[in-house]
């Protein structure tokens, strides 16, 4: 089977750095994904993980430690529109794509 | 590239009426998916698909009816709609995982469709 679990909601402040974790089992590993999503739109590609460290892009950076079935969205200066929901997701063997339920980030001024 | 493009982006059905909610994409993908969103549930997958005539079931396939004749459309079809399908459903498309290199999965706009 498959389980994705994340934070249901986090709250940071404006300037600041947050980190959003995510662990996950899944059958047969395949590499994971971070999406972003703001309210009422469809969800945007952030970052993918195959290899254990961690990937930077910009003020996004995600890590995967697959010894330990977890990863982190980190996510500095943080800045009022980064207000979303973020979404960890994992491909199963049959290499279908599975969701955890989102975080969903506020971000106060 | 128009992407993924979903039709029609709002609709309300009686419980029992059955309808078509359509997906297509012009990047050439092998996969592709739908998915509904329920406030508290993320993304659960329906209906998948790795190519023209093949389909499979995801998370929660039930009521719900697909088929892909080409590459690139793969529309859903709600056979005899009920209150509990009430929800925002999501195409993606991506092509194959490879590897190391990252597929990202493209999502279309969604279609907001309420069951009364």
């Known amino acids: 089977g498959q389980n994705i679990d994340q934070p249901t909601e986090m709250t940071a402040t404006e300037g600041a750095i947050v980190q959003i974790n995510c662990t996950y089992q899944t059958s047969g590993f395949n590499g994971l994904f971070w999406y972003q999503q703001h309210a009422g739109e469809a969800p945007t590609f952030l970052s993918y993980n195959v290899l254990d460290g961690l990937e930077e892009k910009g003020r996004f950076s995600s890590f995967l430690s697959r010894s330990k079935g977890y990863s982190y969205l980190l996510l500095k200066e943080l800045q009022m529109k980064d207000s979303a929901s973020y979404l960890c997701?994992?491909?199963?063997?049959?290499?279908?794509?599975?969701f955890g339920k989102g975080t969903r980030l506020h971000i106060l001024p | 590239n128009a992407g993924v493009t979903q039709t029609p982006k709002f609709q309300v059905l009686k419980t029992g009426q059955s309808m078509t909610l359509q997906c297509a994409q012009d990047?050439?993908?092998?996969?592709m998916s739908w998915y509904r969103q329920d406030p508290g549930m993320g993304l659960r997958l329906i209906h998948y698909s790795v190519g023209a005539g093949i389909t499979d079931q995801g998370e929660v396939p039930n009521g719900y009816n697909v088929s892909r004749s080409t590459t690139e459309d793969f529309p859903l079809r709600l056979l005899s709609a009920a209150p509990s399908q009430t929800s925002v459903y999501f195409c993606?498309?991506?092509?194959?995982?490879?590897?190391?290199?990252?597929?990202?999965?493209?999502f279309g706009p969604g279609t907001r469709l309420t069951v009364l």
């Open positions: 997701a994992a491909p199963n063997r049959d290499d279908k794509i599975i």
């Open positions: 990047m050439n993908h092998e996969y």
């Open positions: 993606a498309s991506r092509r194959r995982l490879a590897g190391v290199s990252y597929n990202e999965q493209f």
